[in-house]
């Protein structure tokens, strides 16, 4: 059997929310992980107010701010981010 490439679950099971927003960084800024559905994950810092599933766009420095075009990554923020806010972005399509 050939082995994973998952390195953590959507849900839960290793210590990650990959739903989690907070004000204080839960992780080093820019980190990437991969999730059980199979997209990438970055954890940033949202520049603005950010909705829940807002297509993103992601500066060198780990900000994100909206993008109406397909930038590539997608907010996984239940409820949504204020600016100041860190979550997990997720890259929009698998690659």
């Known amino acids: 059997m050939a082995a994973s490439t998952t390195v953590f679950s959507t849900t839960p099971l290793a210590g990650i929310k990959l739903d989690e927003i907070g004000s204080t960084p839960s992780q080093a800024i820019l980190t990437r992980v991969n999730g059980s559905n199979g997209h990438v994950f970055l ?3 949202a520049s603005e107010a950010i909705g829940s599933v807002t297509t993103c766009i992601i500066g060198a420095a780990g900000s ?4 109406s075009g397909s930038a590539g990554w997608t907010a996984n923020a239940p409820g949504g981010a204020a600016a100041g806010e860190y979550f997990w972005v997720q890259r929009t399509t698998l690659a």
Do not use: M
């Open 43 to 45: 954890y940033v810092l």
């Open 64 to 67: 994100a701010s909206s993008d």
